[in-house]
Every structure is written in structure tokens, then in C-alpha cells.
């Protein structure tokens, strides 16, 4: 993904960029756990400019990810969890291919 996406004139390396960027849409973090997360590493990089960098990105990264159509040799797992809240058997289901 680096220099085809458009990193020139970016204080910041194209690897922590996209690290950012994948963090926030990976995983349910805010964008202030993100900062931390990134503080924690000796990187100062403020909430704000993550967010930025979401907005600007994320569609493109988004667009190169998603549109792989489906494979009849594709291999899919479900995985089945039952958790019983006040006494009710509830069933949780989990469809995981490949890639996770």
C-alpha cells in the first residue's frame, strides 16, 4: 500500500500511518487509546491526526481490502459459543475463513 496511496508532504512514516490507520478500523479503540497506544512507543501523535489520517485514507485502503469476489474453493469455519445470562441459554456464532 505505501507510495501509491499519496504519503508525500507527511511528517510521519508511511509505516506508522498505516499502522494508525489499521488500528483504528481494526479494533474498537477510541481514538485517544490509539494516541496512548502510539505514546507508549515513544510516538507523539495526537488523536486528531489519527483521525485525519482515517478520513483520508481509510477509503482507499478500504477499496484495495473489500470487492474479492467469492470462490467456490473458499473454506469457511463457524464457531459456536452458548452463554447462559440470568438463567437463558443464548448461542453466539462466529463465521471465520482463511484469513480470520
Not at 500511518?17 to 489499521?22: D, K, S
Request: net charge positive; charged share 25%; hydrophobic share 40%.
Amino acid at each position: 500500500m505505501p507510495d501509491a496511496v499519496g504519503y508525500k508532504r507527511h511528517r510521519f512514516p508511511t509505516q506508522i500511518i498505516t499502522h494508525a490507520v489499521w488500528l483504528s478500523f481494526r479494533f474498537p479503540l477510541s481514538l485517544r487509546l490509539a494516541e496512548e497506544m502510539f505514546l507508549e512507543r515513544g510516538i507523539v501523535v495526537s488523536y486528531e491526526t489519527i483521525r485525519r489520517w482515517g478520513r483520508k485514507f481509510g477509503p482507499e485502503y478500504a477499496r484495495r481490502l473489500g470487492g474479492k469476489p467469492p470462490s467456490p474453493h473458499d473454506v469457511w469455519h463457524l464457531d459456536e459459543v452458548v452463554i447462559s445470562i440470568a438463567g437463558q441459554k443464548h448461542w453466539l456464532w462466529r463465521a471465520v475463513d482463511k484469513n480470520g
